[in-house]
């Protein structure tokens, strides 16, 4: 194989440190990973064989052997063994040459666990260039003084500094002409790779040998690529009904390089990525991104990791939270009173890990590791004693929580931190009969979002919590006294019980809802979420009332707006005709339907944006950022356009202002905006610097 002896042959190859380079020459249970053009190919040991001839590289004559071989040389036991050389050092890049010849470029950001690809691009390139043109050096050995991180893209901050699409493109082709040069290199090139290497660093390639240049070339293969391109564009529009720019941005650039060349490629991927960066869809993006990172810096960061977690209630969304936990390493004791109920919800988180088997996304054996961690018990609150921290998930209504709470504070140890399932219910009445309120806080888990409700929670209370909620990968928002999320929940729902009453099909709804950008259908997020949820809120209604007594609730039930059936690993659902029955009694008479889907898109929208800056303009979150994320991770709100208040910002407050008073006219006094909203339209405020 001609590419294998030739000397400007380059290797990226992926490992944790150098100790894995010895092993490809070892050749111990390990691949040869070989960048080739657009795709990656894998080489085992007897393919390596089958190719070039050679039974080991050490035995072998070329370059790019002498190289490897080299490397058997500097790699010690101890991979921190290779210091850094005084000379060519740096704030980030330093370098050496060892006595094998190799030359070793060492990437290190003393500020951040990050290495940023962009920030040490001036550096990079000059250490580069001195090693390329100095002839004791025989190879390029380029790695990160950081084991968790190679290489990531540009910082966030020097994105948003580009003011224009000119700065955008010259950052581009700067890190582009570097990759240039380090694949046209006459010397070797290795990359040792850590967990992190993405975004740009993804350029560094080999030139692919003849035969793979020829099979490129042929008409059939080039049509195949469109087909192809094609398909993936038609699932990605099923997926985002075309709201996100970016990912339709990046076939068309692949499609360019497929038909063009990577030239004509690369200079279209330049200009489509400073075109984009430009964009009000990449503002709120960051900004999702940057309020994301803010979550992550309370001063309650640090709380000592739970080594046990009690989840009384084995119902779908304390069994969902229990197969989160112990997917996450963390014992748990789920607990209920009904045995069929404690059954089912064992069974539910049984099926869920055993499907990620069935997907390979586990082994057998991490299956049963993960198993080990539940401990399901019947009616036994004596083993809680033990937990850190206990979540009631089970429990209804003001008098069933405050029970509950004066149960638990009578079997669990001093230090253990008791966690109400957050509802619509101020958490300050809930504890008001406890023995001990700084250890109680209200909890509710969302897809991506863990919201705690604070009143009097002590400080410790407070890290143990917000401890679990990033153990389970998710983000921690803290909110005052009630739920944020509920609220917004509650509007949305008011709003989507409406337009049923306007004789809108569900299915209509969860189809021109989804369009806008939901990550599910509204009226289908309603019966996942429960219906019931809304019965204390301030947004009630006699219609949902009626809907709840009457057993519709939502998924949990098999009954909400929708009726489900088939189990849960082939739910069917239909629309219920109970429910139909029972709104329609409440329909308005005279009531003016929406006349487009942008109407009953708004209509919902302008609901949760109202609330949620009903929210800050009361004190039940403390920035404009936590609602974002909070919307986003939990609601599903649109993440290309931010959260509410991006929104907000990106519509403009007064333009908001004058839709939900036309709606006020049409509809109802639900639309009357909210004080904060009116004072922003007033002055021209943005919740976000511009």
């Not at 500097?74 to 921190?80: A, F, K, L, W």
């Not at 850190?388 to 069933?400: F, N, Q």
């Not at 629309?575 to 889907?597: H, Q, T, V």
Request: glycine letters at 8%; charged letters at 25%; proline letters at 4%.
């Amino acid at each position: 194989m001609d590419v294998v002896d030739d000397p400007s042959f380059n290797i990226l190859y992926g490992s944790h440190d150098l100790l894995r380079l010895k092993h490809i020459i070892d050749y111990e249970s390990e691949v040869l990973r070989l960048g080739g053009g657009r795709t990656t190919s894998f080489m085992t040991k007897q393919e390596y064989i089958n190719e070039t001839g050679y039974e080991s590289p050490l035995g072998a004559v070329g370059p790019i052997h002498q190289f490897l071989a080299s490397l058997n040389e500097i790699v010690p036991e101890d991979p921190e063994l290779i210091d850094d050389n005084e000379e060519g050092e740096s704030s980030v890049i330093s370098w050496a040459v060892e006595t094998s010849g190799v030359g070793v470029l060492k990437i290190g950001c003393l500020m951040s666990q990050n290495n940023y690809l962009y920030e040490t691009l001036d550096e990079l390139k000059n250490s580069f260039d001195t090693m390329e043109r100095d002839p004791s050096v025989h190879g390029i050995v380029i790695m990160s003084t950081n084991p968790k991180c190679f290489m990531v893209g540009a910082h966030i901050a020097t994105l948003l500094r580009c003011e224009t699409a000119e700065e955008a493109e010259r950052i581009s082709n700067s890190a582009k002409a570097l990759f240039n040069r380090m694949e046209s290199s006459k010397k070797p090139v290795a990359i040792s790779q850590c967990e992190k290497l993405i975004a740009g660093t993804l350029k560094v390639n080999r030139g692919r040998p003849l035969i793979e240049r020829v099979q490129s070339a042929l008409p059939i293969r080039k049509l195949l690529d469109s087909v192809m391109l094609q398909r993936e564009k038609d699932k990605l529009m099923k997926k985002t009904h075309g709201n996100y720019l970016a990912p339709l941005q990046i076939l068309d650039v692949i499609r360019t390089g497929l038909v063009k060349g990577n030239q004509e490629g690369n200079e279209e991927e330049t200009k489509a990525f400073s075109n984009l960066i430009q964009t009000s869809q990449a503002q709120a993006l960051i900004g999702l991104l940057d309020g994301q990172n803010k979550c992550k810096k309370t001063k309650y960061h640090d709380g000592c990791r739970t080594r046990r977690l009690g989840v009384i209630g084995a119902d779908p969304a304390g069994a969902s939270l229990t197969k989160i936990s112990i997917e996450n390493g963390i014992p748990t004791v789920l607990i209920d009173t009904k045995q069929e109920v404690l059954n089912s919800g064992v069974k539910h988180v049984t099926s869920k890990i055993e499907q990620n088997l069935k997907r390979k996304e586990i082994t057998a054996d991490e299956k049963n590791y993960i198993l080990s961690k539940l401990n399901p018990v019947f009616n036994n609150f004596e083993k809680l004693q033990y937990v850190d921290i206990v979540i009631d998930s089970a429990s209804e209504g003001l008098e069933m929580k405050q029970k509950m709470i004066q149960k638990l504070e009578k079997v669990v140890s001093k230090h253990c931190v008791i966690a109400t399932n957050a509802s619509v219910l101020p958490i300050h009445r809930i504890v008001s009969n406890s023995q001990r309120p700084e250890q109680i806080i209200g909890i509710y888990c969302l897809n991506e979002l863990v919201e705690l409700s604070v009143s009097n929670a002590s400080d410790h209370a407070l890290a143990v919590a917000t401890k679990l909620g990033e153990d389970l990968k998710k983000h921690v928002i803290l909110v005052k006294d009630c739920s944020f999320i509920l609220r917004c929940f509650c509007s949305l729902l008011d709003e989507v019980l409406c337009l049923l009453k306007e004789d809108f099909s569900p299915e209509q709804l969860d189809k021109t809802t989804a369009e806008f950008g939901f990550n599910v259908g509204l009226v289908t997020l309603a019966d996942q979420i429960g219906l019931d949820v809304g019965e204390n809120s301030p947004s009630q209604t006699p219609e949902l009332l009626e809907l709840i007594n009457a057993g519709i609730k939502g998924k949990k039930t098999g009954a909400g707006i929708y009726v489900y059936s088939g189990g849960e690993k082939k739910s069917k659902k239909v629309p219920n005709a109970k429910a139909k029955e029972i709104l329609a009694r409440y329909k308005l008479k005279g009531s003016k339907p929406a006349s487009s889907d942008h109407d009953q898109q708004m209509r919902i929208i302008l609901r949760i944006v109202n609330e949620a800056l009903l929210c800050l303009e009361k004190g039940i979150i403390a920035l404009p950022s936590d609602g974002d994320v909070a919307s986003v991770s939990g609601l599903g709100f649109p993440s290309f356009l931010g959260g509410p208040f991006r929104f907000v910002d990106l519509y403009g407050a007064q333009e908001l202002v004058n839709q939900m008073e036309l709606y006020q006219d049409k509809y109802d006094v639900k639309f009357k905006p909210c004080k904060l909203l009116t004072d922003y339209a007033k002055s021209g405020q943005f919740f976000y610097s511009k």
